[in-house]
Each structure stands twice: as C-alpha cells, then as structure tokens.
C-alpha cells in the first residue's frame, strides 16, 4: 500500500513584503550613523540655539508665555518636518539612482507595500527624532506650555510622519538627488510663512489665508498653540491632528499612484 503526500502551499502573510521594507530600511538607517546623527540631533540642537536668541529678549507682562515659549513650542512641530522631508526625499531619490527601486518593482511588491514600509521605518526614526527634541526643549531647556508636554511629542511625531510621508511623494518627481532637495523651497518654504509661526493666519490677507488652509503645517502649529493655551486637549486640537494624519495618507496614497519604473 502506496501512501502519497500532497504537498500543501506554505502560506505566506500578505504583509510580509511590508514588514521586510520595512526592516531593510531601517537596517539601512541602523548602519548609517551620520543620517541617525542629523535626524536624531538636528531638531535638539535646533531648538537650544533657539534658547540662547531669545534667552534675553524681555518679557512682555501681558502675555502669560514668554517668546521662546510661543515659538519653540511651533518649532517642535516645524523643525521634525523640515529634517523628515529632506532625508526622506533624498534617500528614496537614492535608492531609485542605485537601482534597488528598480529591482524592487520589477517584483510582485507593490507600490503601496513599497512606500508604506520606507514610511514606516522613517516614521519610527521621526518618532524617535520628535521624542528627543521635546526632552531636551522641557526638560533642558525649560519649554513651558498650560497642556501635557505628551500632547506636543504627539504633534511632532505626526507632524513629522507627515514630512515623511510628503518626501515620499516628492522624491517620485525627481530625477536626481539635486531635484530632490529643490522641491524643499517649493514645499516646505512657503508652508513656513503661512502656518502662523510669523504672522497669525487670522492677519494674512484673504486669498493667503484660503493657501494657508489647505497646508498641514498650519493644522500642526494650530494643534500645538493649542496645547501650549489649553490644560485640556481640546476638540480643535484633534480636529488638527486627524487633518494633519489625513493630509499623509493622501500623500502617501499619491506617492504610490506616481511611483512608475523608470527604464535609462
């Protein structure tokens, strides 16, 4: 008597090449100690230099925070942006001049699969690169804000997801490393001016105002002045946050619907 095996598929998770995006990159970032340095650093370093300009600066009686409480407390949210932008963008433009994304989407890997694991693994270092900025702005520094400092690593952390998520999108136009870094002044810059960190966006003229509402930063800096006047976290300070977390699924949607393979 014959006895035959049949041989049953092994399963495999549909999120596996997911989870080894993921874990490439962050191996890949494990093993390159100057960008660990710059996003881990940067921001901190950033926000102490923004100490000493205003450790001086008299205090206004009227107001219940002091300058560098105001605006350290919207730099939070901006700094981890700018740096998250700036590495995403050039290290996807990176992996797409040394050839691995070509590789990569000649496999049955998605887009979406692609691009959520170099947002994941970049999500985690900006969570990581948030969480250290906020320490070293209350803890060394003396950050005063009426809410839970909690509130504000949260911020930033989304905040910095959502740079993450906008350099995935911006590297997809760029050709070069070069072209990368150009859509900063294009993307980011005019995010800075608008987002109430320099004038309030109640004061800006009418049709600035209309560009500033379709911004994320703004709903970011928003959410953090909530938290620097507010004990509580309040329903605008979530209504922000979910802004801000839709903008980065837009971008990370759209970065997908523009990722093509590119043939010399």
């Known amino acids: 008597m014959t006895t035959t095996l049949e041989a049953t598929p092994q399963?495999?998770?549909?999120?596996?090449?997911?989870?080894?995006?993921?874990?490439?990159?962050?191996?890949?970032l494990r093993n390159d100690h100057r960008t660990v340095a710059m996003i881990l650093l940067v921001p901190a370093l950033l926000m102490v230099l923004l100490y000493f300009i205003y450790v001086n600066t008299p205090t206004d009686p009227t107001e219940p925070l002091s300058l560098f409480d105001r605006v350290g407390i919207s730099m939070l949210g901006i700094l981890p942006f700018i740096v998250m932008f700036l590495i995403t963008a050039i290290a996807m433009q990176r992996e797409r001049a040394s050839g691995t994304l070509e590789r990569l989407l000649s496999t049955p890997l998605s887009k979406l699969d692609l691009l959520a694991g170099y947002g994941t693994a970049f999500s985690l270092a900006a969570g990581a690169q948030a969480t250290v900025a906020c320490l070293v702005a209350f803890g060394l520094l003396g950050l005063d804000a009426a809410g839970n400092p909690g509130w504000v690593v949260l911020i930033a952390v989304l905040d910095a997801i959502c740079g993450v998520a906008l350099?995935?999108?911006?590297?997809?136009?760029?050709?070069?490393?070069?072209?990368?870094?150009?859509?900063?002044?294009?993307?980011?810059?005019?995010?800075?001016?608008?987002?109430?960190?320099?004038v309030p966006r109640g004061q800006l003229p009418g049709w600035l105002e209309v560009i500033s509402n379709v911004m994320p930063l703004s709903y970011a800096v928003d959410a953090l002045q909530q938290v620097?006047?507010?004990?509580?976290?309040?329903?605008?300070?979530?209504?922000?946050?979910?802004?801000?977390?839709?903008?980065?699924?837009?971008?990370?949607?759209?970065?997908?619907?523009?990722?093509?393979?590119?043939?010399?």
Do not use: K
């Open 167 to 198: 350099g995935l999108l911006a590297s997809a136009f760029a050709r070069t490393e070069f072209q990368a870094v150009q859509f900063m002044p294009v993307v980011v810059a005019p995010q800075i001016f608008l987002c109430g960190l320099l």
């Open 11 to 28: 399963q495999t998770s549909p999120l596996r090449p997911y989870f080894a995006t993921t874990g490439r990159i962050l191996r890949q």
């Open 228 to 264: 620097s006047t507010n004990p509580d976290a309040s329903g605008q300070m979530w209504r922000d946050l979910g802004i801000v977390a839709g903008f980065s699924i837009v971008a990370l949607c759209l970065g997908a619907a523009t990722l093509r393979r590119r043939t010399a």
